[in-house]
């Protein structure tokens, strides 16, 4: 990737001679990357045991075990809006022309593409990113647990001097050098598309903007898990149901928290938020001014500092502002309020 | 588009103080385009009769005349490496999302997806180019006849400072200010595909160099019209075919010599060059330094010293430095030898 810093044109949002209160890594890599693929597939149907009954699970774990399959993978699974339940797959690649070939090589092209997936009562849906490096950041707690993109080789934590201010997201981004990523559209009106029983693309603009964020409290014992099952989820849970219910106040056009389950289906002690958000301004306005999020900031400085490196909750996130074109969003027989099926121009496939 | 000249950290190849000789052009846009689509669709036959007797010309250009289509479409045929007839449209995008939407949409989605296309006598292939606007270049030697990407709207013609010396085909490109733009690839082995009755995609390199580079004879009379047939239009075949015949030596991994047509079928008074280097370095080495095209230009040079703005002839070219993933080059029931269906990684579909 190119030197953002040695081409900034655009002053950064970090005050002059700030130095982080506390330690936070991001991560970079040991060989040249230019562009990641970060891709969800997922399956959703009225109940659990009717996405398990389906061959979504076993096609697409075979598929990932199979030539140019992806860096990392990890399973969730969340009830959406509409009550449905959907089981995901957040799979990594840091090749885009692996994941060209995988996505064309392996049996999953021809059983993802077959008419019969239009029948039935399960839907499938897909949101594969293309994200270059440079309009990508990453920020974790700690530097022994690597999960997101931090589980593709060749990542390393490094300390990042962009934390603990308002803005420092933006400046983590290398691309914000020259910048503003901003968008130029309003809060889309939602449209209900008539989405059973066919197969639809959505095309999402320019500096669409994405983020990961998780929790793993696998390691918490004693009054670190009691604050966390306590204090901090319900606080997240809250944060995230405020996103959900108020798109177009929040410019947050999906939120979804899933529980993270291994690959043998049990329920791990970690969860993750998927969100997508108009633009990083409107991001970053939420995180530095509603009060759920600064309720979930607060709480989370008074552990810190309560606990320091004795500190057992691992929580970290990615942010990806979207380049224009060549991100695929379809959807596949699912219901009406899936995803990012209700914004955008769309296209009905067959 | 950032403005790349601000974040200058490389070198530009312009002598200091140097004044172009002659007044040259390139394409500006009158409001912001991030990216083009340049999308080569072609078909194959042993002869011409079998191209027009297929469905592939009308079914095109149903499509083009659909919803979202193109902001430009040009029309060709060309003999290839074969023997065989290729008949091929040139169609341009300054939207991504557009054609995003037109390759979802319009019934060309389901007609060239149909296995029936495996079957039969004709090969179809398309090559589809996404190209950030900071990694291309056009020239043009006068600015009154509008072609290629100039034909999109709200194309308007500037002068360029970077021209007449060799290095300025980089020069103009916004992203050589940051990048060197080379490869990292040793020049590949050209394998056999077996690509009847199969539909391949080839994955291509980041840094693949793409030019097409036209000549439009319609306006030239009388002794230029015979200079342009009896000697340069010699030339330039005799520097495609050796490009054609050399690849390794040249970097040059296809080229096609294609004579344009009116919408109606009649042929034109116009051709284009359309070929693909290894690099953009492989380019300027053949352009800079070899015999052929040091006669093409010697002749150029000669023709515009003789006729100055007089001169009839009309010859432009675009190219282009491709960014890593995100093509698309796809060869349905094609001969091996067609396109780059020899070269890189490739999947077999079907």
Known sequence: MIDYEELRIIRERRPASFEPPVKRYSIRWERSVDLAITAYYGAQAPTKEAVEQADFKQVMLAAFASDCGPASVEQGFFVDAAGQYNFVF???????LRHERWEADSQLH??????IRLAGTIGLWREVLRVPIERMETLYAYPDYKVGIAR?????????????????????????????????????????????????????????????????????????????????????????????????????????????VEAGGRERDESFNHAYFLSLAHLEEWSASHRTHLAIWRHAIEMMKAYGEKRELRTWHE????????QRFEYVNCHPRTGLLPYFEGSRLE
């Not at 957040?90 to 885009?96: K, N, Q, S």
């Not at 942010?319 to 060549?326: Q, R």
């Open 90 to 96: 957040v799979a990594y690649w840091l090749d885009p």
């Open 110 to 115: 021809a059983w993802w593409n077959d008419p």
């Open 152 to 260: 593709c080789p060749p990542s390393t934590f490094t300390l990042t001097r962009n934390s603990g201010y308002f803005g420092a997201m933006r400046d983590r981004i290398p691309a914000s050098a020259v910048d503003s990523l901003a968008t130029a559209m309003a809060f889309p009106q939602p449209v209900k598309r008539h989405s059973a029983g066919t197969r639809w693309l959505v095309h999402v603009p320019k500096n669409l903007t994405v983020i990961r964020s998780g929790q793993y409290w696998a390691k918490c014992g004693g009054e670190q898990r009691t604050d966390y099952l306590v204090k901090m989820r319900p606080l997240l849970e809250k944060g995230t149901a405020h996103l959900g219910q108020y798109p177009e106040e929040t410019g947050c056009l999906s939120m979804r928290l899933s529980r993270c």
């Open 319 to 326: 942010v990806y502002v979207l380049p224009e074109g060549g």
